[in-house]
């Protein structure tokens, strides 16, 4: 089949596979799914392996397996309230009796009949003598075997899907298109690396014979994922290294400047500096990232940037992702650089529509050299004079995407900074497209934030150290726990936290309250309360993970700590600690599980971002850890950052080689790959940037 026929094919909508109406379709467009090519790409999270059967006698707690079993007597039914409708029948085989348990399925009286054998597959639950399996998948014994055979897929599901219909369209799915899908990965590539073939590798993810097959399958499916990614952010670098950026001129105020800091500059931002100050008086346009810890100081060595830029007769912007921040850096930005006879404006989403006409006018007539603000800045109609330098922070909030608007306006040097601290391979990944510079020194004068667990057992202790806290001068946070429904039950629930505190526990103390749902306004007057110390515990969701300087606060409290990812929990603590006082956060953590009390000893045991993330890592796998849904680029499918280390490995060995031989421009086999990627990075990559 020709590819324009494939691609024709593989857009059709999800309503041309068999068994998918209207009402279904809108329930997996809900998990991302719309056409034939979004389904047969859904894959499986884990597999079912039901080949595994088992005697009674054989059966352990926890078992996953299938067992044939003569039913010993009728179903019963039991309503032990509304709603609750519990079906219990008795079956065994000649070594044993298991109860077999199947709730509100009410067909299951009519299906499953006294003196029949089936086989059925569940988990198993045994206490002692006494086996239960609970809602088994069963089939009778003498009947072609389907649903109790073989490794059965297992998907994410949204409600109204179950695994039984995603399996059954997704099979409906694969007839449609097996045997049609063309090879975009070339031969030679294929037998370097032993990946198997397309059709193939589809074929067995979803419905593979043996563990082994679905092995090579995945590997093959992970390894086009991130070559397709990694060739694309590569081929982004070598462009940039050609665009021809604006030649800065070093400039000794800018030294005066250092020299004249109420602080010592450490090593590190010394060094960064340097790197960012050689990219900017060099020929090309400068593309960096600055990764630093919470705390190591990345603002200033921006600012350093920002007055080069500012010196060379150029406009600098400094983008933020709050409007709380935009604030918190303009206040801070313009004592800094008061008497270098520089114009800063503010420009946020809040501002008035008068005042920003006004704003834009003066930013388009280079009256103003230093642009501070949100993603208002994005806006096609603010126009630069003279702009040089674009300084994104937070940049996993913005993404490659928006990053590309403000850059692809004259060619300003470009400027990233993240305190989300990333292993260095998965920066290869995530900022391919940029060269790295990292902080990784704090000031000496910050003191390691001291860091507790503690159960329910503690909150009067808790209570009482926040009080001493405020007594001393000090103050508080105290964040809220996640709530995944919406920011409004967020807020409901945040409110609902600092009404109770008010009145209870913290009755006398001073007490504000900010989240997500508040107006900007209220949000701004809550913030300065704080950081003037008219309010002396801050009641907060994670609006604050970001930003907000309050050297005063040096008492952190995080309610179910548990719901909270690791790299967010450190950015949260990153808000205390730095004043000259010891500062101190208290998990609450809730749940009992391992996975969770692990979790609490990182926090407690490391202060180094870059050695939490490498753990939350070995915990969970990256996930969406470092928002690389944010970054602008495609969502993994199928890869797994931490798991795939060896696959990613081999991948970049293939991308160099692929670059350094120019195979995309001179070799017919890769033609198909160079197309793929062009539609991937479509509004990045040009024909001519591959050749």
Request: aromatic letters at 6%.
């Amino acid at each position: 089949m020709n590819d324009a026929k494939l691609n024709s094919l593989l857009n059709n909508s999800i309503q041309s596979v068999q068994q998918v109406g209207k009402a279904r379709a809108q329930k997996l467009n809900k998990l991302g799914i719309k056409t034939i090519g979004d389904l047969i790409t859904y894959y499986p999270r884990d597999y079912e392996d039901r080949t595994r059967e088992k005697k009674v006698s054989e059966l352990a707690d926890r078992d996953e397996c299938a067992v044939i079993l003569k039913v010993l007597s009728d179903v019963t039914l039991n309503r032990p309230r509304r709603n609750l409708r519990i079906y219990k029948a008795v079956a065994g085989d000649d070594s044993g009796l298991v109860t077999l348990t199947w709730f509100n399925q009410d067909y299951i009286r009519d299906k499953i009949v006294k003196n029949k054998t089936y086989v059925f597959f569940g988990k198993v639950k045994r206490l002692g003598s006494y086996i239960e399996m609970t809602n088994p998948v069963y089939e009778e014994a003498h009947s072609e075997r389907k649903k109790t055979t073989g490794i059965q897929p297992v998907y994410p599901l949204t409600a109204g899907i179950t695994q039984t219909y995603l399996r059954m369209i997704q099979r409906n799915a694969l007839d449609i298109v097996t045997g049609k899908l063309t090879e975009i990965l070339p031969d030679e590539l294929r037998k370097q690396f032993s990946l198997a073939e397309i059709n193939f590798s589809l074929e067995k993810i979803h419905f593979p014979t043996s563990f082994e097959e679905k092995e090579r399958a995945r590997k093959r499916l992970v390894f086009e994922e991130l070559l397709m990614l990694q060739l694309g952010l590569l081929q982004l670098k070598n462009n940039q290294v050609t665009v021809s950026g604006i030649k800065m001129e070093e400039k000794p105020l800018v030294n005066r400047f250092i020299s004249q800091l109420p602080f010592k500059l450490t090593k590190a931002q010394q060094r960064v500096y340097s790197e960012i100050e050689k990219d900017m008086t060099g020929e090309k346009q400068m593309n960096r990232l600055i990764q630093g810890d919470v705390g190591s100081g990345k603002t200033i060595v921006a600012v350093l940037a920002i007055l080069l830029t500012v010196l060379n007769g150029y406009q600098a912007v400094f983008m933020v992702p709050t409007e709380i921040l935009a604030e918190q850096h303009y206040q801070s930005i313009l004592p800094l650089l008061e008497n270098y006879d520089i114009n800063i404006v503010l420009l946020t989403g809040s501002v008035s529509k008068k005042e920003k006409e006004k704003i834009k006018e003066g930013i388009k007539n280079n009256e103003y050299q230093i642009i501070i603000g949100t993603h208002a800045l994005l806006q096609e109609d603010v126009d630069f004079a003279r702009l040089g330098l674009v300084v994104t922070d937070e940049q996993h909030r913005f993404g490659v995407k928006q990053r590309a608007i403000l850059a692809s306006r004259s060619n300003p040097h470009i400027l990233v900074m993240t305190a989300t601290p990333i292993p260095r391979t998965l920066s290869l990944i995530l900022y391919g497209d940029l060269d790295i510079s990292i902080i990784d020194e704090l000031p000496p004068e910050r003191k390691p934030v001291k860091t507790y667990a503690v159960d329910e057992s503690m909150r009067n202790r808790v209570y009482k150290f926040i009080k001493k806290t405020v007594q001393e001068g000090r103050q508080a946070y105290i964040i809220c726990p996640l709530v995944e429904e919406s920011d409004e039950i967020e807020a409901e629930a945040a409110a609902s936290l600092a009404n109770k505190l008010k009145e209870g526990d913290l009755r006398g103390l001073s007490i504000g309250l900010v989240h997500g749902k508040m107006k900007w306004k209220e949000k701004e007057k809550v913030m300065n309360d704080f950081s003037k110390g008219n309010i002396q515990v801050l009641v907060s969701t994670t609006v604050v993970e970001v930003g907000v300087n309050v050297p005063n606060a040096c008492l952190m409290v995080v309610e179910n700590a548990e719901r909270f990812g690791l790299a967010q929990l450190h950015q949260l603590r990153g808000r205390v600690g730095r004043g000259r006082h010891q500062s101190y956060c208290i998990l609450f953590c809730q749940s009992k599980s391992d996975i969770a009390r692990k979790r609490m000893e990182i926090m407690t045991k490391y202060n180094d971002g870059f050695k939490i993330s490498e753990k939350d890592m070995e915990l969970r796998g990256p996930g969406d850890i470092f928002g690389v849904r944010q970054h602008g680029l495609p969502d993994f499918k199928i890869a797994n950052l931490y798991e795939d280390m060896e696959i990613l490995k081999e991948v970049q060995k293939a991308c160099e080689d692929i670059i350094k031989n120019q195979k995309l421009s001179d070799r017919e086999d890769y033609k198909r790959l160079k197309e793929h990627l062009l539609l991937m990075f479509e509004d990045k990559l040009s024909e001519v940037a591959l050749n």
